[in-house]
């Protein structure tokens, strides 16, 4: 940034900025956006109505990933307070208060899409095969018409990215993401317990190894979640997992210049920031080539409606359960025990485990010299081998519900960063909970393990998004689901 910034009134200076540019900063376009819920939207300013950055400095973010820590603070946090939306819709914040849109529900559970993905549709497009959700495809297209429309009879610009909508990019499949992490886990704990001898000898079965496992986590140097609920709410996972989120463009999301040269000041974006909104579109403050949908506004509740049956209620009531299944309901169960389970714990650690078995089938294990019995020379030491085999199904049940909670608990725990002092109480209560004849055992105290994290849920460990220094988790209130 200048050395010397100078004060700009925002009521006027900046939009004098992008009037310069040629970017239309009134109302007086033919379009009305009605947003009922939220009313207008005004970027926060300063108290003092001041924008104490320079005119060089708002008309040119320098944000980068690549910058040092104390400068990129900066130019995230210039990013972030200056309003380039104003006067606009409300654009979604996706790195910061709405970090896990489309990722958790309403009491913050985390949700991924069903795996049998009913809900998706087809984006016509020459750019292969681009799905979204079924409701979120038909507003794009009503949306990509409308500002072909205004285009083709000169209201704005046709040389513009926000003139033909073209999507390039939407739903990502987080099952084939979490499989590829669940690899690199796989691939980095066989490392570590092979380049030592003593855990090398000491993990000779699945629980052995399990327990190697946590020792990793707790060290706190591999920080992927090998969960579900812990892939969709880390940062690990992304927007484009909902099915909600559109893109227009694959752009670099830790550029700031771009999103303002190349996006923001397209001549067409203010337009098309009140068009989006129209058709029941948020557009991504920090991505402004990507619009997600949000599916609660009339527009999208409208078109949702199409998909879902009257008699099971209105689709606001409906949308979640529909579309998406909370993220510990999954956490149970293997692979041929239940097809709603495809993604358990124990099948995916039955498949670590059996890998690593496979990989490294022997242990060598060599005697070393005492004092009470020395060895002469080599050849007196005794070398044994011991053979690592497959875990079965069988074997795995047999080890009992509550050793897989109290185990899926802790992975929880490392996940997610938080420490109770009191594990062994909440253990207990886990206990009596599963126990209870008036509960429904594992499902209920799945909930209870999730219900006691997920208050934890926005950690500020976020990378180089957060404009705040490590802080550890934060408890957001209370967020039970009963």
Same mark, same amino acid.
């Given at each position: 940034?200048?050395? +010397? ?11 004098? %900025? ?13 379009? /009305?956006? /009605? ?11 300063? *108290? ?8 060089? !400095? ?77 409701? $979120?495809? !038909? ?5 990509? /018409?409308?500002m072909r429309a205004f285009g083709d009879a000169g209201q704005i610009t046709k040389i ?18 979490? &499989? ?5 886990? *796989? ?17 000779? +079965? ?6 190697e496992l946590l020792s990793y986590m707790k060290a706190g140097t591999n920080r992927r979640p090998i969960t $579900?609920?812990?892939?969709? $709410? ?102 041929? *025990? ?41 050849? &007196? ?34 996940? *997610?960063? $938080? ?54 988790? %934060? ?8």
């Amino acid at each position: 940034m200048a050395n +010397d910034p100078h004060d700009i009134t925002l009521n006027h200076e900046l939009r004098d %900025v992008l009037d310069e540019a040629g970017v239309e900063t009134t109302s007086a376009l033919p379009l /009305q956006v /009605q947003v009922p819920t939220l009313g207008p939207h005004k970027e926060p300013i300063p *108290s003092t109505g001041i924008l104490p950055y320079s005119l060089e !400095d708002v008309g040119n973010p320098l944000g980068t990933n690549d910058l040092g820590a104390a400068q990129l603070f900066e130019e995230r946090k210039m990013y972030k307070e200056t309003p380039y939306f104003m006067g606009l819709p409300e654009p979604l914040e996706s790195w910061y208060d709405k970090l896990y849109f489309g990722r958790v529900d309403r009491i913050q559970n985390g949700i991924i899409l069903r795996k049998e993905n009913n809900g998706l549709k087809q984006i016509p497009t020459g750019n292969g095969n681009i799905f979204a959700l079924n409701f $979120v495809v !038909d507003a794009f297209m009503a949306l990509k /018409q409308y500002m072909r429309a205004f285009g083709d009879a000169g209201q704005i610009t046709k040389i513009s990215l926000f003139y033909d909508l073209t999507a390039v990019s939407a739903f990502h499949n987080p099952y084939q993401n979490l &499989d590829a992490l669940r690899n690199i886990w *796989s691939t980095s704990l066989a490392e570590r317990i092979i380049a030592s001898k003593p855990r090398n000898s000491k993990t000779i +079965d699945f629980k052995s190894y399990v327990k190697e496992l946590l020792s990793y986590m707790k060290a706190g140097t591999n920080r992927r979640p090998i969960t $579900v609920t812990g892939y969709m $709410v880390s940062n690990f996972s992304s927007p484009m997992n909902s099915g909600l989120s559109i893109q227009l463009a694959n752009e670099d999301y830790g550029a700031d210049a771009p999103k303002f040269h190349k996006y923001i000041m397209d001549p067409n974006f203010r337009f098309f920031a009140r068009a989006a909104r129209k058709f029941g579109f948020y557009v991504d403050r920090n991505a402004p080539w990507r619009i997600i949908a949000d599916p609660f506004s009339t527009p999208m509740l409208q078109r949702m409606a199409s998909y879902l049956k009257p008699a099971d209620g209105p689709p606001e009531s409906r949308f979640f359960h529909h579309y998406y299944q909370r993220t510990y309901m999954l956490e149970w169960g293997t692979p041929n *025990s239940d097809p709603r389970y495809p993604y358990g714990l124990q099948g995916a650690l039955k498949k670590m485990y059996n890998d690593f078995a496979e990989n490294y089938p022997s242990i060598r294990t060599t005697t070393e010299a005492t004092v009470r019995c020395p060895q002469r020379s080599i050849s &007196d030491r005794a070398t044994t081998v011991a053979t690592r085999r497959a875990v079965e199904d069988m074997e795995l049940w047999n080890y009992g519900d509550m050793y897989w909670l109290d185990l899926y608990f802790k992975i929880r725990l490392y996940e *997610s960063g $938080v420490k109770f002092s009191n594990y062994d109480s909440r253990v207990r209560t886990l206990r009596q909970i599963y126990k209870s004849p008036h509960l429904l055992n594992v499902h209920d105290a799945l909930r209870y393990v999730n219900n006691e994290i997920k208050p934890y849920l926005y950690n500020l460990r976020v990378g180089a998004k957060s404009l705040t220094r490590e802080a550890g988790p %934060v408890r957001i209130g209370s967020v039970k689901d009963y």
